[in-house]
């Protein structure tokens, strides 16, 4: 099989790129790992909520549909609204196709799946981060005999019904899992690498992402750039996080020193027994399958230009993985302007 374009990951950023491929005269498919539609979202733990009202965390084309209730949309909502999206523009999706190797061949890229071999003129890496959990390597981790537990596997809180348990990490999904599992533990203790940044009520992810964006405008003009509000890493207070807030349990820790079989134990002695871990202390980029191309550097990125273009490899694109691949583009609402820009780059 020979293709223009091959799209490597089928949720928002594969998506977002296949709406404006489909513009174009390319030939193309998007190959995802997942058995059904939706990327990483139906993997969410199942209270997670959007932190942007519904028109402000779409795909380009169509708008999300806003909740009966006027809110942020939940979870499921948003893969209804991925699946929906794949069929309302017959995208080319095959599933389930995992990648595990692209290679450099003399005219194309190689790219390998599951006994599946097909060429590729352009490959779009769109995998996203959530294959690739990260937990730091604290001293004794290996030693602790209770639940360690990712926030990429952790689902609901009553699985932690009366235990002891430490939550670990100072972000949006720290903050929020934290204000549902100290509903139902006996203790609950917020561990957070420096202290936490809550944004006001009325904030949320459209205004950071407004905010962002004047921001990039402001750069391309030379002009300075408006006072910063916020960070999209900053803790949005969503009604779960308003709500723990009220009971006085958003108080975190300092890190832990190291870990014995049954606590944590902190450099001035102080020691708390643990139950379970939830390290909520995000990912990294998911890139092992561009290992053979020699891009990966050895921060785990890699180098693109400001379309995402690679440096290293002309024929490789890379979308959705931070703002080193396009401002905001590992969300909803900011994946638009990268996706137009590595088609077009493409398509040029």
Not at 19 to 24: G, H, I, Q, S, V
Request: charged share 20%; net charge neutral; aromatic share 8%.
């Amino acid at each position: 099989m020979r293709l223009d374009v091959l799209v490597i990951g089928g949720g928002q950023a594969g998506l977002a790129a296949g709406y404006f491929l489909r513009r174009t005269a390319l030939s193309f498919e998007i190959w995802d790992e997942g058995e059904t539609p939706g990327g990483a979202w139906p993997r969410a733990w199942d209270s997670l909520t959007l932190f942007s009202p519904a028109a402000h965390s779409s795909l380009p084309g169509w708008p999300m549909p806003a909740p009966a209730d006027g809110g942020y949309p939940p979870r499921d909502a948003v893969v209804e609204y991925l699946a929906a999206y794949e069929a309302r523009y017959s995208l080319p999706v095959r599933r389930p196709r995992r990648v595990t190797a692209v290679r450099a061949g003399t005219d194309a890229l190689v790219v390998e799946a599951d006994g599946i071999t097909a060429e590729a003129r352009h490959v779009i890496s769109a995998t996203g981060t959530w294959a690739a959990p990260h937990i730091p390597d604290v001293p004794g981790r290996a030693l602790f005999r209770g639940v360690q537990m990712h926030s990429a596997q952790y689902r609901r809180p009553d699985t932690f019904a009366g235990q002891s348990v430490l939550v670990v990490g100072g972000g949006n999904s720290g903050a929020q899992i934290l204000a549902e599992v100290s509903r139902h533990a006996a203790r609950c203790t917020w561990v957070t690498e420096r202290e936490p940044v809550f944004l006001p009520d009325d904030v949320d992810g459209r205004v950071l992402f407004e905010r962002a964006t004047a921001r990039w405008q402001a750069e391309r003009e030379g002009k300075p750039p408006p006072q910063q509000l916020g960070g999209l890493g900053n803790i949005v207070a969503v009604p779960p996080v308003r709500e723990a807030r009220a009971r006085g349990v958003l108080v975190s820790r300092p890190p832990f020193a190291r870990l014995d079989a049954h606590s944590a134990i902190w450099a001035d002695g102080a020691r708390i027994p643990a139950d379970a871990i939830l390290w909520c202390t995000g990912f990294r980029p998911a890139l092992s399958h561009l290992a053979p191309l020699g891009v990966v550097e050895a921060d785990g990125l890699v180098r693109v230009d400001e379309d995402g273009r690679s440096l290293r490899e002309a024929r490789l694109w890379l979308l959705g993985y931070g703002d080193w691949t396009g401002m905001a583009s590992a969300t909803l609402a900011g994946v638009t302007r990268a996706a137009r820009a590595v088609a077009r780059g493409i398509a040029g």
